[in-house]
């Protein structure tokens, strides 16, 4: 389970900031301001949004595969459930260094509308490989709330990453979390539009860009 993995890999104390976390990415103008414990490609990294496989495909300058590691549906879903994301599952049983969006996670203006039931909640984790080496570490909790969504997930094979480009659809972006301990650092963030939302968390190795 996700928990009990961060668990083990996360230890530190936390620390608030009140930066704006708050993104669009069909946004024409942001900023995104991040401790400075965090170099320069971490904090692009951190704050990309959709393009984190290209941003690290350039860098090495090499293919970044996706490797599925668990892709499962959750039965027996309670809708109160929906309201607690992967965020509030880590608050309760971890300790790091960890810079949280207290001031955004609330924003209605940047939060989409989706109050209608669930209709099927994903468990899903991936691995983002370069040359057998694993560069980033991928944690996701989906929820669907579309019948249409859960039609071409379920029946026309659309995976739950093709989603957001097969509907032409621009995400809102939310980074919720962002952190480090000894052997990593990661982030938190949300991608949602009406019918389906996607919390993830992403985890990298702290020598991701020694040469």
Not at 89 to 118: A, F, R
Not at 120 to 141: G, H, M, P, T
């Amino acid at each position: 389970m996700l928990n009990n993995y961060l668990s083990r890999n996360n230890n530190g104390n936390n620390k608030p900031i009140s930066n704006n976390f708050v993104d669009k990415i069909s946004s024409r103008e942001t900023s995104l301001i991040l401790s400075d414990e965090f170099s320069g490609l971490e904090r692009i990294c951190l704050t990309a949004n959709g393009n984190l496989q290209r941003i690290l495909s350039a860098w090495f300058n090499k293919p970044i595969k996706i490797e599925i590691i668990k892709n499962i549906p959750i039965d027996n879903i309670d809708n109160n459930d929906g309201n607690n994301t992967i965020n509030d599952k880590l608050n309760n049983s971890i300790e790091h260094n960890k810079y949280e969006n207290n001031e955004n996670n609330n924003n209605s203006n940047n939060h989409i509308n989706n109050n209608s039931p669930i209709l099927k909640r994903y468990e899903r984790e991936v691995a983002l490989v370069c040359e057998n080496k694993i560069v980033c570490s991928a944690f996701s909790d989906v929820i669907v709330r579309d019948d249409k969504i859960l039609n071409l997930i379920e029946n026309e094979g659309v995976g739950l990453g093709q989603l957001f480009s097969y509907f032409d659809k621009v995400p809102s972006f939310r980074l919720l979390q962002v952190g480090r301990n000894d052997q990593n650092w990661w982030r938190v963030y949300n991608l949602e539009i009406k019918g389906v939302e996607c919390e993830i968390k992403e985890v990298f190795p702290n020598n991701l860009f020694e040469k």
